[in-house]
């Protein structure tokens, strides 16, 4: 499920999300179940899944909950947005900021990419 988490990061210090907040975007989130460590091991398949969401949305890449902390986002936002998304030990949130059409377009992209990947 895709939801708006932007709330979480009232008090960030992710120049780039506090940036896409008060430009009028938001941060949304994608729960992937069991999916820990794999968007970063993989290089090729998130380069690919950006390529896709980029040419059709302009987003650059996506962010996971298993990357964190880092980008100015801390452990204690880490364990707000696992918490939103009530995660278990293996699975992580995919994070994008942008405009909502754009960021809701390339979680989209993500969901049937990873959809298809577990098949």
Known sequence: ??????????????QLV???IE?????????VESFAGVLIKEKKFTDGISKKAEG???IKGFISTDELP???INNETKKMIED???CKEKDIV??????KSKTQKALE???????????
């Open 23 to 31: 430009g009028g975007g938001v941060v949304m989130g994608l729960k």
């Open 56 to 58: 059709e949305t302009g």
């Open 94 to 99: 995919v994070l994008v900021a942008d405009q």
């Open 84 to 86: 939103s998304f009530d």
């Open 70 to 72: 880092k980008y100015g």
């Open 109 to 119: 992209i993500l969901e049937k990419e990873i959809a298809a990947r577990k098949k």
């Open 18 to 20: 506090k940036s896409v």
């Open 1 to 14: 499920m895709i939801k708006d988490i932007s709330s979480l990061f009232k008090e960030t210090n992710s």
